[in-house]
């Protein structure tokens, strides 16, 4: 078997067993880490087109706050019904949004996400009778197909369903990357003029990645709020859109494994900084970011296929001399 069609493989197994095997502490920063994965997909998704968003915390936002107005509203507590109507909510927030922002490109792109997303954090700051204001909104343990998680276990349940959940959302980039559509947004970043030449509609193109981008955010967001716990408007603030941009250039935006790279490295060692730098954190990010632009501007990603390259290399060079 080929290494790239292993992989996978190797990945499943190796993240289906880490639960067992590992400190609760470090499932709970791993159940986190493939959670916000989602949201850093959905970001690479559009770097794929060129684009760059500030704002796409708001989507990160709508489908927690859905989850958590459902649950204190509707008395609403199973997962799969929740994630659902979440991720139905970002998607028609997207949707909506989009027949906008898919006009725009460059500063005006991003600018415009984030003057929008920060419409969105004061909305839930101000609607404080209905959104909890600054103290948020709890996120009670839901149902998981009918069934209580019991709370010796919780950990590790919440640990596999946000796996299961994360799944068909990198499935979808990747079906949506390897499609005409797909390549058209490739292409847009490349030459916006000549696709429009050639009969194909970009902002149609741009306006399918916001959308399916912008469910992606919810997705994200969701799961987020099932881990932690509480949800408070600062998921949808400008500097938290900021961090998941950070990660999908941290992990390798061009890839579909490396934003799921990019947000465990990411998780694991603000962890680290915040316990052993508590005042300069900050500062540690800045400069593995800064590392990571020079050494490595491909994303940590790249030391796998680096790698990968080499093997190939080794391999069929042994192959000629024996």
Do not use: C
């Not at 909305?123 to 010796?152: A, C, H, N, Q």
Request: aromatic fraction near 14%.
């Amino acid at each position: 078997m080929r290494g790239g069609k292993a992989l996978p493989l190797v990945a499943a197994a190796v993240f289906g067993a880490a639960p067992l095997v590992l400190p609760g502490w470090v499932t709970f920063l791993l159940t986190l880490a493939v959670a916000k994965s989602v949201m850093v997909l959905a970001i690479a998704l559009l770097l794929r087109g060129g684009l760059v968003s500030f704002g796409h915390g708001m989507f990160f936002a709508a489908g927690a706050y859905t989850v958590g107005m459902a649950m204190k509203w509707g008395g609403m507590r199973e997962a799969v019904v929740l994630t659902f109507l979440g991720v139905l909510a970002a998607a028609a927030a997207a949707a909506l949004l989009g027949l906008l922002i898919a006009r725009y490109r460059g500063i005006f792109f991003a600018m415009l996400n984030m003057a929008i997303s920060m419409v969105v954090y004061a909305v839930l700051l101000k609607l404080y009778w209905v959104t909890g204001g600054t103290d948020g909104i709890g996120i009670r343990t839901p149902t998981i197909l009918g069934v209580m998680p019991e709370r010796e276990s919780l950990r590790l349940v919440m640990y596999y369903f946000t796996l299961v959940m994360t799944l068909p959302a990198f499935y979808a980039v990747h079906r949506f990357w390897t499609s005409p559509l797909g390549f058209a947004l490739r292409a847009v970043r490349d030459n916006e003029v000549r696709v429009e030449y050639m009969g194909t509609s970009v902002a149609r193109v741009i306006y399918a990645a916001y959308v399916l981008s912008g469910a992606l955010g919810g997705l994200a967001g969701i799961l987020t709020g099932f881990s932690v716990g509480h949800i408070v408007p600062d998921l949808a603030y400008w500097t938290t859109s900021g961090e998941f941009v950070f990660v999908a250039v941290l992990g390798g935006p061009a890839s579909i494994p490396g934003p799921l790279v990019g947000s465990i490295a990411f998780e694991f060692l603000k962890s680290y900084a915040y316990k052993y730098a508590a005042f300069t954190w900050q500062m540690t990010l800045g400069v593995t970011m800064l590392a990571i632009i020079l050494f490595m501007p491909g994303g940590l990603w790249t030391i796998y296929e680096g790698l990968a390259r080499q093997g190939r290399q080794w391999r069929l060079s042994w192959k000629r001399t024996g």
